[in-house]
């Protein structure tokens, strides 16, 4: 299991993701909180947070940490997005051989929040980190899923005289936050 | 060539930008892609894609109407047509029909293809590419020139003051700070727009998917913020299964750009939410567009497996001097040449197929497993038969089909090129011939060709005998080649026979796509290099080599001549190159090097056919070294020397840029002597080094190695 996540962790930081672990549900939000706080997320229109809820926070509970950071909503709407400073978001499923993060994709909000911000946040347990893209098509099935997204890194483009250069339409940092425990919750 | 052509060439050549970048890119993205692929077995990921792609192909059809059902079935609507003013009709009558009023592109060159934005235009629709690459190029007016980069041509200074010029003055040539303009100008576009409209790389009958790829994350905002999107899918984009996604995707993103997989990869099935909650309204259309005509072309079917990841475009040594302009305005580079042919008319590659320098440098590395210059060969064969040979070349190739005309014509140009020539070459030619010595110099017609030459040396009579086939630069410009092949094999006991009859190889009329010609060539030779019994046929120029070994056999076939293939056959199992007959020979025990040789450094020029045709790499440089020389390789060592038959006579303001390159790397290697197997480049490389004044000495490796063997 471990080295499929350093496998991971390599390949996603080549292409300029940032990968957090953490041991337990607790800590990585503690680490998401301070997070959002130190990017300046607040009430203040154009600093706020979407997140759309997912099995990370279940009995967490999302009211907890809008008090704990204010300017999160977990109201995802086309306009909060595209004001949005951080996008947060859950991610199904991950690719060890390549740094890639997927996801069903079909209900909109999570592609608002992973589109739109300049920040996209992932959050995602150590054991959905799988070794290449066949396994994850085995659980993930175009038959099935209408929009399965793959992300590898922040959005980049190197039109102009081939320079790289991250964050042209999508976000220019991608957090990927890894919990090794998603059951236990201790908050 | 039309003047207008040779003009773009002009132009594109004399723009220091576009070569520059071009040329670092082309050093670049060697590496990149060679990192990239660490791990991957190549030749088993593109055997997979020509098998899934090849498979598809013959199955459009039906793959085409599965994909229908299966898209319908989710909530898609897929219109199919062949016709691209139909693709723009449909796409304008829903544009009206939903009160569209501004739309958004990702990059689509299906919708290139078709022009679309022009239709949009005028229309008075507001069409915006949100693509970088392709936002510059709209802004600029221009069309793309690489179809992965299509804004490649541009440098940061000139895309600032497209920026400042057609959207706000006062841009700066930084390129994160023109980037964060294009995300704040673009992102208020997005917002707004009422139709996105994508291509998409693969299309899965068996679900009804588009597979979309992109590093920017437009085509995810094109497909997710508008009410409508339209994907615009040419048929060849489709696969069976979901199983077939897999080496496309495994190879595209590697060889595009370098990268293991690009930062986003969608899976669109059917319809998804809008962000208001209502079913976003899917169009689909699945454009035909001539590649159903290409399905039934059984040399061009195989141009389908292009999965369009401009590698051919990014290896080619023609491109990178002239950029993709000069190929017109949607599809570029060796691939974009057969495109062209098929998807406007045969008649629109007439220029372009010229550009093609034959090397094959293309071939290795194309994920789709298509014979990129075997095609475009082919379109030139089609061209001269459906508008003939200019007169001039009938003219030559009427003398080169007559053996005894030809030569007498060479003997008796020994003669006349007196005025031009000092020592062994011709420097200077009169008038418009002057582009032929302008940038090297050209071998003196041999005073006594090899064919009177061998007469002269004394063999001594073996039982073994091989054929020497000579080929027309060693039989009559450099005939010591010749006699250095003879005096080697009479080491090894083999006596040489040179059979009077051999002619030209056929090979510039069948470069020229004079097929005709070129099969009367091969009917010749092959008479007179069977009639003695001999081990082996062995040649010392590479291109000959190929027509024996493989040309003639497909330029028959190709002709449907039955008749002579049999004997042809015959011939391509006994011939050989030089380099490989020798090392053969060696590692027999037949040949044995003198030993403790110590001859200093040299550096070892690959010739495009005996590399990438031939495959003998290792040979020459196991003989040199054996024989006492240290290689020290250049860089770019197997990138073509620009010679390639007549190439230089047509297009020499392309040939002698590659030609200077290639001397450069030759210079850069300190070496004091270049050793090649082909008189081509021998031929091209030394005369380049004599108009350079040079102390570089140029020698075929058979002149290398004449003096080494015990
Ligand atoms: S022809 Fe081959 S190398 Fe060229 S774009 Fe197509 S797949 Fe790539
Ligand atoms: S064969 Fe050589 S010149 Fe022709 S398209 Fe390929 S790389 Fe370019």
Redesign the pocket.
């Known amino acids: 299991m471990s080295t499929t996540f350093e496998a991971f962790e390599t390949r996603a930081a080549a292409v300029s993701a940032e990968v957090h672990r953490f041991a337990s549900r607790h800590e990585a939000l503690a680490f998401i909180e301070g997070f959002l706080r130190e990017v300046g997320v607040s009430e203040t229109p154009g600093s706020g947070a979407v997140w759309v809820e997912g099995s990370f926070l279940e009995g967490i509970g999302s009211a907890h940490v809008a008090s704990q950071v204010p300017g999160v909503s977990f109201e995802v709407t086309r306009e909060a997005a595209a004001v949005a400073k951080v996008g947060i978001s859950q991610l199904d499923w991950a690719i060890a051989g390549t740094g890639t993060l997927v996801q069903d994709a079909t209900a909109v909000e999570k592609r608002l929040v992973s589109t739109l911000p300049p920040i996209h946040l992932a959050v995602i347990g150590t054991e959905r980190i799988l070794a290449d893209f066949n396994s994850v098509l085995q659980r993930l099935q175009p038959e099935q899923i209408n929009y399965i997204a793959f992300i590898t890194g922040p959005s980049r483009t190197a039109d102009i005289e081939r320079v790289l250069t991250i964050g042209v339409h999508g976000p220019e940092r991608l957090i990927v936050v890894v919990v090794d425990d998603f059951e236990k919750v201790t908050a | 060539m039309t003047t207008e052509f040779k003009d773009s060439i002009e132009t594109a050549l004399h723009n220091p930008n576009l070569t520059g970048a071009l040329g670092r890119f082309s050093e670049a993205y060697r590496i990149s892609r060679a990192k990239a692929y660490e791990g991957i077995d190549f030749e088993a990921v593109r055997d997979r894609i020509a098998e899934v792609k090849g498979n598809a192909s013959s199955r459009f059809e039906e793959l085409a109407e599965q994909f229908k059902a299966n898209a319908e079935r989710r909530g898609a609507k897929v219109f199919r047509t062949s016709d691209p003013a139909e693709v723009k009709r449909y796409i304008l009558d829903l544009a009206k029909a939903q009160n569209v009023q501004a739309v958004v592109k990702s990059k689509s060159m299906a919708s290139e293809e078709i022009h679309l934005n022009k239709a949009f235009e005028q229309a008075g629709i507001q069409v915006d590419e949100t693509d970088l690459g392709e936002w510059i190029i709209q802004l600029a007016h221009q069309t793309p020139s690489h179809?992965v980069m299509p804004a490649i041509h541009m440098t940061k200074e000139e895309v600032a003051e497209v920026f400042s010029q057609e959207v706000e003055a006062g841009q700066a040539p930084d390129i994160p700070k023109l980037v964060k303009f294009a995300r704040g100008k673009l992102r208020p576009k997005f917002l707004a727009a009422d139709m996105g409209i994508t291509g998409a790389n693969i299309a899965v009958a068996e679900t009804g998917s588009l597979v979309i790829i992109t590093n920017e994350g437009n085509a995810r905002l094109v497909t997710t913020l508008p009410r409508i999107h339209v994907a615009i899918v040419g048929i060849e984009k489709l696969v069976a299964q979901v199983a077939d996604i897999d080496p496309i995707l495994t190879a595209l993103p590697r060889?595009a750009t370098g990268q293991l997989l690009t930062s986003y990869v969608s899976m669109l099935s059917g319809q998804v939410p809008n962000t208001d909650g209502s079913p976003k309204d899917l169009h689909i259309i699945l454009m035909d567009n001539h590649r159903s005509d290409m399905v039934k072309d059984p040399k061009f079917k195989e141009?389908l497996?292009?999965?369009?990841?401009?590698?051919?475009?990014n290896v080619c040594p023609v491109f990178r001097l002239v950029g993709g302009h000069v190929f017109g305005k949607t599809y570029t580079?060796?691939?974009g040449t057969i495109l062209t042919a098929w998807f406007d008319e045969l008649k629109k590659s007439e220029d372009i197929q010229g550009l093609c320098i034959q090397c094959g440098s293309?071939v290795p590395?194309?994920?789709?497993k298509?014979d990129?210059p075997g095609l475009i060969l082919e379109l030139r064969r089609r061209l001269v038969v459906e508008q003939g040979q200019s007169l001039a070349m009938k003219a030559i190739f009427g003398v080169v089909n007559n053996r005894r005309l030809f030569h007498s014509m060479l003997r008796m140009a020994s003669v006349t090129q007196k005025p031009f020539k000092q020592g062994r070459f011709i420097r200077h030619l009169p008038l418009f011939l002057s582009d032929m010595t302008d940038f090297r110099s050209l071998p003196a017609i041999a005073p006594e060709p090899f064919r009177d030459k061998i007469k002269a040396i004394a063999q001594p009579k073996q039982a073994e005998k091989v054929v020497f086939y000579a080929g027309c630069l060693i039989d009559f410009a450099y005939p010591e080649t010749g006699t250095a092949l003879v005096k080697i094999l009479n080491k090894a006991g083999i006596e040489v026979v040179f059979p009077e009859d051999q002619t030209c190889c056929g090979a510039p009329a069948r470069y020229s796509g004079a097929y005709e010609v070129a099969a009367q060539n091969a009917r010749d030779n092959i008479k007179a290099l069977l009639e003695t019994d001999a081990t082996y046929v062995v040649s010392a120029c590479p291109t000959c080599t190929v027509a024996l070994k493989h040309d003639f056999l497909d330029t028959f076939k190709t002709l449907g001549i039955t008749d002579a293939l049999g004997e042809a056959q015959r011939l391509s199992d006994r011939t050989i190159d030089f380099s490989s007959l020798v090392k053969k020979l060696v590692d027999e025990g037949r040949l044995t090097f003198k030993e403790g040789q110590h001859l200093g450094k040299i550096t070892y020029h690959d010739s495009c056919h005996l590399k990438r045709t031939l495959k003998a790499t290792d040979e020459p440089r196991e003989l040199l070294q054996k024989a006492g020389h240290e290689i020290a390789e250049m860089y770019e060592c197997d990138t073509c020397c620009g010679m390639a038959g007549s190439y230089s006579l047509k297009l020499p303001e392309i040939s002698a840029p590659i030609l200077e390159r290639k001397l450069k790397n030759i210079k850069d290697t300190g070496a004091d002597k270049v050793v090649m197997d082909c008189p081509g480049c021998v031929m091209q490389i030394r005369g380049g080094l004599d108009k350079d004044g040079s102390p570089i000495q140029v020698e075929h490796t058979a002149e290398r190695l004449e003096d080494r063997f015990e």
């Open positions: 179809m060889s141009a497996q292009c999965i369009r990841c401009a590698t051919c475009l580079g060796g691939i293309c590395v194309c994920p789709g298509i990129i």
